[in-house]
């Protein structure tokens, strides 16, 4: 509360000075409105913060589902989540899908890079063969590194026949030179190197992700011995 206060000159009875005190309305409610203000504002200072402590966390969450999914060098999906994809995607045939395709590809000789040119350079190649990859594949298919040098794509409602020419030029892109600048050096390398791939469709659900698998490394592995009798 708020009052006006005024000391008079007249004594009391025992001779004490005398004080009229006279509530003041308007400076009351100026007081608690500002007191009622400044509880607003910090209420919305205090929900702010909130929000933005909530937004962090979300974003750290979503962060961590990322990593936990996705393999750290490439960002493509890791083993475990590539499998966990495929299975619903072997689920939905004859559902949402009529067939999968899967292609399974091995780097040849990859293993010669890292040994002539240290693993920074065979980092390098898995990147760009990672992104080559990711460009290939369309929304609704979906592509791992399943190892070292190992990758695999999912087509969704593809036949083998109808990725063709899309799993030619992987390997056409991937047959390209790639440039190398070894850290401190002032010369360039190219580095060469080609991929095996093997394809295998899907067209009934009972079929197991590892027996997908177990086909479509058959089809890789056939084409890496056929290459190494040409």
Excluded at 12 to 25: I, S
Excluded at 36 to 52: F, G, I
Excluded at 108 to 130: C, E, S, T
């Amino acid at each position: 509360l708020t009052f006006s206060g005024w000391r008079l000159g007249v004594p009391g009875a025992k001779g004490e000075a005398l004080a009229m005190l006279q509530y003041d309305q308007a400076k009351s409610l100026a007081a608690r409105f500002l007191a009622v203000s400044q509880e607003v504002a910090d209420h919305r200072e205090r929900l702010a913060d909130s929000l933005q402590q909530q937004r962090r966390l979300h974003e750290e969450a979503q962060r961590l589902r990322q990593l936990s999914v996705t393999d750290r060098m490439t960002g493509l999906l890791n083993p475990v989540e590539f499998r966990l994809q495929a299975g619903r995607m072997i689920a939905e045939i004859g559902v949402g899908l009529s067939c999968v395709t899967f292609a399974y590809l091995d780097l040849d000789n990859f293993k010669q890079v890292n040994d002539r040119f240290g693993h920074l350079a065979g980092d390098m190649v898995i990147r760009a063969i990672a992104r080559i990859l990711k460009r290939a594949v369309r929304s609704g298919d979906i592509v791992g590194r399943m190892g070292g040098d190992e990758f695999m794509i999912g087509f969704a409602d593809a036949q083998a026949a109808d990725i063709a020419d899309r799993m030619s030029e992987i390997a056409d892109r991937i047959r390209q030179p790639m440039h190398w600048n070894p850290p401190e050096e002032d010369h360039s390398c190219l580095l060469a190197t080609s991929a095996s791939i093997g394809v295998f469709t899907v067209q009934e659900t009972d079929m197991s992700f590892e027996s997908v698998l177990r086909n479509a490394e058959a089809g890789m592995y056939g084409m890496k011995r056929q290459s190494r009798r040409a």
